[in-house]
């Protein structure tokens, strides 16, 4: 028996004619209104065929980062608060108050933080925030590959059906049919892939896919074993700061998989943080594949139930996670690493991540003995950490990426 994810089309008729959005209305001073605009009129109005190259828009704009990060702290009273300007350098180490507007509220309101979005942060936190501001980073023939062999993967155990949306209720609903599927797949048949998962973490909401569950052959315990599959370009196995990359991606799926496992999923809080209602009707496709599929569903509200207690069948996911690297030519496995998950290492890595982006302190360099990364950076041109080497990360940054693992 093979799995069947929903892929999610957009009924554009539909939400024009009966949605109305419900529009936030945010007040900005004309200063900073004037700033944004200024950082960013060169990218949004730039054609292709424009002579000017992405880095000279950046080193034009560059002046003008510094100022908006400045100006978003300001307090309603017009006083600013105490900043690095202030001290005079970038290596501050002490927590400033919560700016008015952090990068979670400005560009994931209503809108969950990925699982991609907490590896790019610890990759590089100024990278993570120059691609909030200018755009994120454009798609290489690299990146084309790895993501063309998920899909053949995924193709091996799934079929995707295309499945017609009218509202966000319905967009959730396909996420959490696809969930539901991907679990009933692995139970019956020990294996599944690109399988869609949510949870809360830290007070924040987190999503992610996984790349592979296996249920174990030989072991007493039936704990799923979490893998994720990295193509690489070179035949090579990556450097040291990848492996701990993908280690900490796989950790957040543990932990995600786990918190699902345990029943502890607050409902209300899903409903209230995505402006969701429980009791919309979900469109006559969805009601029917969830009918064949064996949970007959109406509302979200009765989706969202089948999805606990789906989760609440499985066990915690198996203690050992494993990173698989394969060469893109030919597909041929170059290694894989087995490592064990670590609460301490994870949990510090997750809150110098949430510091970042719930605005509690500015944006950490890579440290030193990992800049060879920004030889490979969109932003090099006008990075400080690459303009300014003296420039070192902030500590509990280093100290967290240093941890052994």
């Not at 429980?278 to 064996?294: F, H, P, Q, R, V």
């Not at 609460?343 to 110098?352: G, K, M, W």
């Amino acid at each position: 028996m093979s799995g069947s994810h929903a892929d999610s089309t957009q009924s554009q008729d539909v939400n024009s004619a009966n949605v109305t959005p419900d529009i936030p209305i945010e007040i900005v001073s004309e200063e900073e209104m004037a700033l944004i605009d200024a950082a960013l009129a060169a990218p949004r109005c730039c054609s292709p065929s424009s002579s000017l190259s992405f880095a000279s828009q950046l080193q034009r704009n560059a002046r003008f980062i510094h100022s908006i990060s400045f100006l978003s702290k300001r307090s309603f009273s017009g006083r600013t608060e105490s900043d690095i300007e202030d001290l005079g350098h970038l290596g501050m180490t002490q927590k400033r108050n919560i700016i008015a507007k952090s990068l979670l509220d400005r560009f994931r309101k209503n809108r969950a933080l990925s699982v991609t979005d907490v590896t790019d942060t610890e990759w590089c936190e100024k990278k993570m925030e120059f691609n909030l501001l200018f755009g994120s980073k454009k798609v290489n023939k690299v990146m084309k590959v790895g993501r063309a062999r998920h899909a053949e993967l995924e193709k091996e155990v799934t079929e995707k059906v295309k499945v017609r949306v009218r509202s966000t209720e319905d967009i959730w609903a396909v996420k959490l049919f696809n969930s539901i599927t991907g679990v009933n797949q692995l139970l019956f048949e020990g294996l599944t892939r690109e399988l869609p998962i949510l949870g809360f973490i830290k007070g924040v909401w987190m999503v992610g896919v996984i790349d592979e569950i296996q249920m174990p052959v030989k072991e007493t315990a039936r704990n799923p074993i979490l893998v994720d599959t990295k193509t690489r370009a070179q035949y090579t196995l990556p450097a040291e700061s990848q492996k701990r990359n993908g280690r900490l991606q796989l950790m957040c799926y543990k932990y995600m998989w786990d918190n699902l496992a345990a029943d502890n999923f607050p409902s209300m809080q899903f409903y209230d943080f995505f402006s969701l209602n429980s009791d919309c009707i979900l469109s006559e496709e969805i009601i029917e594949k969830t009918s064949n599929a064996g949970f007959p569903a109406k509302t979200l509200g009765d989706l969202v139930k089948y999805f606990r207690n789906m989760w609440n069948m499985l066990p915690a996911s198996h203690n050992q996670l494993l990173l698989r690297y394969e060469f893109q030519k030919d597909q041929s496995l170059l290694g894989e690493e087995k490592f064990a998950f670590d609460y301490d290492l994870f949990n510090s890595q997750i809150e110098v991540c949430l510091e970042f982006w719930k605005g509690e302190r500015e944006a950490s360099f890579t440290p030193l003995e990992d800049r060879w990364k920004c030889r490979y950076c969109q932003f090099e041109s006008v990075c400080p950490a690459v303009l300014k080497p003296e420039i070192t990360p902030i500590p509990s940054q280093t100290d967290c990426n240093n941890t052994p693992s």
